[in-house]
Structures are given as C-alpha cells and as structure tokens.
C-alpha cells in the first residue's frame, strides 16, 4: 500500500499538552509522521496520496473497555422494552415481535424495568403465556441480572418446582413453590446458555457497522465464546473491522488454559483478552454487595455471587497461566474483597488486573486499588442513569461512587466503555456524562456529586488511551504519534472547543481502523 496523507484537519494526538496537529503520513497499518502538513508531506515523500479530511476534528479513535457485542448485535434485531411504561405495553411490543419470528426461535431483547409500570405490576411467566404460549421467551431486565421467562423457556431449561436455586442465584416461586418465570441472577444461567443466535457471525458484520459510525475502532468484548469463534471468522474471511480484546468468560477459563490462551496473544485485530469474573450482581436488582443494608431494606446487603475463597483461587489459576482477570464489582463489600484478593495474589509481572464498573467503594479503597496498580474500568453513562437508585438505595451510606476525580488523585488508571447493551454504545454520551454528571437533559443542574467531574482531556484519555492501557496495547493505541496504528475518528464537533451539550450530539464522518477508512457518513 502507498503511503497516505490524511490532511486539512484538526488533529488531537492525545498527548497532554500537544498544539492540534495539521496532518497525518500512514503507511501500512501505521502512522509514520505527525505534525504541519509541510513537515508530514515531506516525511511521505513524492507520490503519496492525499486525503482531505475538510477541516474537521479529529481524535485518537475511541477505544470501548466494556462491551457485550453479541448482546448488542443481538440487540439491534431484538424487542426492546426500556421505555415501556406497563405490563400491557411490554405484552403488546412482544406479542409484535414474536409474529416476526419462525417457530422454535428465541425471542431476544428485554431490558425491562418493572418499577416504571403503572398501574404497577409483577412480571411472571402466565402473562408472557398469554402472548408467546409457543415460542420460548427469555427477556432480561434493564440491569440483566433478573430475567424474565415464558412456561416453554423454562420446560427448556428444565426448571420446575423441584429446581433447587442454584448458589448464588433465585428461581422466584409463587405460595404452592412453582416458579413465576422470575430468576435472579445465577438461576438464569441455564436459560442464557440455550439463547444462542445461530447466525452471531451476520449479526455483528452489522453490529460492526454500528459502533464504527459511533467512532468506536477498538473494543473489549466481554461476551461468550461463540462470540469469539465468530469474531475468528470474521477476521479469517477479511471481514473484520474493529479491533478485539475478547475476554474469556469465567466458565471456559479452564478450557482456555487447555488450549494455551493468554493475556495479549493474537494480533492487533483479535487479542486474548482477561478472564471476566463475576463478584456480586448489580444496583438496580438489589443484588450488588454492600457492607450495609439496602435503604429501606434492612438485612439484604445484596449477593455475593462468588464466594471470596473462589475468587483467590479462581485469581491465582488464571494469573498462573498468564491470563489477566478482569472482575465485575459494583457493591462496596465486592469491591473490597476483590481488592483483597488481588492483594492475596501478589505481584504478577505483565499482567493488568481490573475491576469492571466499581461503582461504589468504601473512600479507603481507592487508593488500595491504586497501590495494587487495579485498573478501574468504569461506565460513565452508568453514573447519570442510576442517580435515583443511589439517592435512595444508597442513602446514608459512606461511599465514594463513581468517583472518577478520586481515582485520578491517588492514580488509578481509568478505563472507560459502554456496558451496551445494558447502555447505549455512543460513547459521546460517556463524554458528556464523565465531564456533567447530568443527565442529557442537563438535571440535577450543575451535576450529581459534582466533584467528581473530569475535564474533557481526562475523559477522552479514558476512553482512548485508558482502554488501550487496560488491554496492555498503550504502545499500539489511544495516541496519535508516530509508530502507533492509523486508528483514528474525524467528527463534526471539536470536544475541547465546543460545550459538553453540543460534544453528546457528535456526529462521527470518517472512521479510520489501520490506516484504511472503514466507515464514511454518507
Ligand atoms: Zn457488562
């Protein structure tokens, strides 16, 4: 391939403190100069080709920590129930879809949430009978830590009346001890085991197409290992236009020891990514674990979904076979454990260690997680839609929560993403929310524990070189500088010119993953 120059633009290499560059020389995959267009032209050579890019912004390409991409693939052809507003309105959107569908298919989507409903109302499975009495139904609520299932998903699944609740988990049941079609948690387990979409390949060839036009280049998948069997397909046919850190989800990691997986192994297209660990559940179902009881709620302190013994072993086998561990902690008791029991593994050369979300720790940890050199990977959207919960849950507790300022002080090193689908993936609307604390319409005026803001630098950082860091790949991504792969967004809004309001309506132009544009707006 000819060397490119990308010209004509303003260039936000990333580096704090650096002037907007003019433009950029990519040969191959990689960036080989940046700076004036006199100086880059002249480092290109006669014969390069030039690219205009018409004067637009330009960042570092924006680099998702968090991501469940076959959930979102899933997601963009699936019933989405978020803004439903009562039972009869989520029965009739179902009923909708599953008209859609060929017989034996699972209906997918969800993301329900039953406090909004009024009058209000208790999902169970005879209701979802009265629509879909045929085809199983399987639909996770707004947090997916609860689901929701029809009587055909449960015969499925195989769970009746004389189903123990598995550890860590509860099958809801009714006075005579039959199941409602409410699981919580690890009961839902076998459920999602059997909601495999048996076309996952098509579905994110268009996913990809989604989170490219939002200015993504670069994820971290946190979905199953058919997720990642397609992503290899993709990649194998040429297919592949985003970048993958695939975690290993944590009941595969001994068969991925088996097969001699580590940390960083792959190359830049599908890299191996860390086991994910799961700690305690989510705010939203009450089942994050917390040192206190939830306001109002006094004796439940949320579910410790896997137990500390087991996270130190669990720890220490994968550490021992070079495989990273990333673990989901939202609840101040689940973030001091894991804390604790990175601390009980000790030193391991090479290896990033994380806790996903980390919502709401005790003040003291934060700069424990710093010591242990614990990568906070964090969803800033998770922040501005959860502010009831906390103020209620939560009130009366001692918490730092989403306490991205705090982490910075002490140097914890922050890796921000999506969570999509339990979020939107548009990670301009992680931007704003990191730097407002507001909801996008502009409440609590002045923002929610304002001082926990970050500036826009610092949130871009995180959303660029911060996932790069988590994923060992701050050599290979997150700035834009000679050696580092051609991964780079033009947009129409200069985020460190215009106000956060007007950087949550960016529309994405050119997207640019190896030095070849991917994806235009047209
Ligand atoms: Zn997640």
Redesign the pocket.
């Known amino acids: 391939m000819s060397i490119r120059v990308y010209r004509n633009a303003a260039i936000h290499t990333g580096e704090v403190g650096a002037p907007p560059a003019q433009a950029m020389a990519v040969d191959g995959e990689l960036l080989i100069a940046v700076g004036t267009e006199a100086e880059v032209r002249a480092a290109a050579g006669p014969g390069a080709e030039l690219i205009d890019l018409d004067g637009a912004a330009v960042l570092p390409g924006l680099y998702d920590a968090?991501i469940?991409t076959a959930q979102y693939a899933q997601s963009l052809g699936a019933v989405d129930l978020r803004d439903v507003r009562s039972l009869d309105e989520a029965l009739a959107l179902v009923k909708a879809h599953a008209a859609r569908l060929r017989p034996g298919a699972w209906l997918f989507g969800g993301r329900w949430n039953s406090n909004t409903w009024n009058p209000p109302a208790q999902p169970d499975r005879y209701a979802l009978d009265s629509v879909c009495p045929d085809i199983p139904v399987a639909l996770p609520n707004v947090d997916g830590h609860t689901v929701w299932a029809n009587s055909a998903a449960l015969r499925l699944a195989g769970i009746d009346a004389s189903t123990p609740d598995p550890v860590g988990g509860e099958i809801v049941r009714d006075a005579s001890g039959e199941p409602t079609g409410i699981l919580r948690e690890a009961a839902s387990y076998p459920l999602r085991a059997l909601m495999v979409s048996p076309d996952l390949r098509d579905l994110l060839r268009a996913a990809q197409e989604e989170l490219l036009g939002l200015g993504l280049t670069s994820v971290h998948d946190?979905d199953g290992e058919d997720c990642r069997a397609a992503y290899l397909g993709l990649r194998d046919a040429g297919e592949l236009k985003l970048r993958v850190h695939k975690a290993i989800p944590m009941v595969h990691l001994e068969r991925a020891i088996a097969e001699g997986r580590r940390t960083g192994q792959g190359d830049d297209w599908v890299r191996t990514g860390p086991v994910k660990i799961f700690s305690d559940g989510a705010l939203g179902s009450h089942t994050c674990h917390m040192s206190e009881s939830f306001a109002g709620e006094q004796g439940n302190t949320g579910i410790a979904v896997t137990p500390y013994e087991d996270l130190v072993a669990l720890f220490s086998r994968a550490a021992g076979a070079g495989i990273a561990v990333a673990t989901h902690a939202i609840g101040d008791r689940a973030n001091l454990l894991v804390l604790d029991a990175y601390e009980a593994l000790g030193h391991t050369p090479g290896l990033r260690h994380r806790i996903?979300h980390a919502q709401h720790l005790r003040p003291d940890d934060l700069s424990r997680m710093a010591r242990l050199g614990v990568v906070a990977s964090m969803q800033p959207v998770h922040c501005t839609s959860d502010i009831d919960l906390v103020d209620s849950l939560l009130a009366g507790h001692e918490l730092a929560s989403y306490a991205w300022r705090g982490m910075l002080n002490v140097g914890v090193a922050l890796a921000f993403g999506s969570?999509a689908p339990?979020e939107h993936p548009n990670p301009f609307a992680a931007l704003y929310a990191a730097v407002t604390r507001t909801r996008t319409d502009g409440t609590p005026v002045g923002g929610w524990q304002p001082e926990q803001r970050l500036s826009m630098a610092e949130a871009v950082t995180a959303h660029t070189l911060g996932a790069a860091y988590a994923a060992g790949e701050e050599e290979r991504k997150g700035l834009l500088t000679p050696g580092r792969l051609a991964d780079f967004i033009a947009v129409d809004t200069d985020p460190y010119r215009e106000s956060p309001e007007a950087v949550l309506r960016t529309k994405v132009l050119t997207t640019v993953v190896g030095g070849d544009v991917r994806w235009r707006r047209i």
């Open positions: 968090h469940h946190i996903e969570d339990v």
